[in-house]
């Protein structure tokens, strides 16, 4: 049996259900998590062509993921760290986007940052009607990190995710519908069902068309551009304004930036 620290894994029916379970700290994302979820889509399940596909959720009933970990990124931000930081993190999400099998996020409740980031790196995403979405990481003076600025815009184009990039407004489940953000919005009782359904019709289909239709789409994306918002993201991550909007976060105050 394969062990992780901060993942539950499970295979039922072929279909592998992986939890990240970290729910004292709303399933934030530290480096261990992030370093777990590589190892299974990097390594453990990268050969696995026996099953069709995986479901990610997070545990407890208030968050899939409310974001990268702010406590322990205070402590190792600067500008070389940030950028690095943020490109390790896209290279762990880019294993999900391009797993041979759909990854389907089970969104319970918040999605914020980091989360909202893993849920768009996932082939499709069904919500429950409780969640809420966002990239606040403004309100901490730094910027999405993890692909959300081009991943937002690939889902729900560029005036809305402009929108909530800069001001770091949360939306519900019903909007995030209605911009395209999500596949479904259900409640709790029936979202399970629906991903389920889905990922067992993709799994009757033609397992080589599945792999090379994930291949294919994606391809479309391929021109984005990651490095850039990591340096972004390491320049705005080395400023005191971080340190004053995490300090802010941690101390549960308003942030006061001054533009430095
Ligand atoms: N990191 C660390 N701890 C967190 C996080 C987080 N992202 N989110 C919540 N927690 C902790 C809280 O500190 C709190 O811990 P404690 O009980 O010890 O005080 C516990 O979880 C419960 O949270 P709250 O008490 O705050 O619960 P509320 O119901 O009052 O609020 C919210 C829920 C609205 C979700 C609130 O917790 C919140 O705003 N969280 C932060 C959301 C956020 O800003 N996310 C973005 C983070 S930055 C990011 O994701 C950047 C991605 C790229 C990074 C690249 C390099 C690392």
Redesign the pocket.
Known sequence: MLKYENLLVEEKENILHVTINRP???N??NQQTMSELEQLFGKDYADRKDIIGVLLTGSGD??FV????????IGVASEGS?KE??TR?QDVFFLIENFHRPVLALVNG?A????C?LAMACHMRIAHETA?FG???V??G?I???G?TQRLNQLIGKGKAMELTLTGN?INAVEAHTLGLVNYCLPAGEAMAKALELLQTIGTKGPVAIEESIRAINAYYASSDFVAEAEA?GRA?STEDFMEGASA??E?RKADFKGK
């Not at 914020?112 to 989360?115: E, H, V």
């Open positions: 004292k700290a709303l934030a994302l208030r968050a409310a974001g990268a970990d702010i406590k322990e990124f940030g930081m943020a993190g918040f914020l940052g980091g989360g980031e809420r990239q606040p990481e309100n901490l730094i999405p990190g993890y959300g949360m993201f991550s976060f941690v549960k």
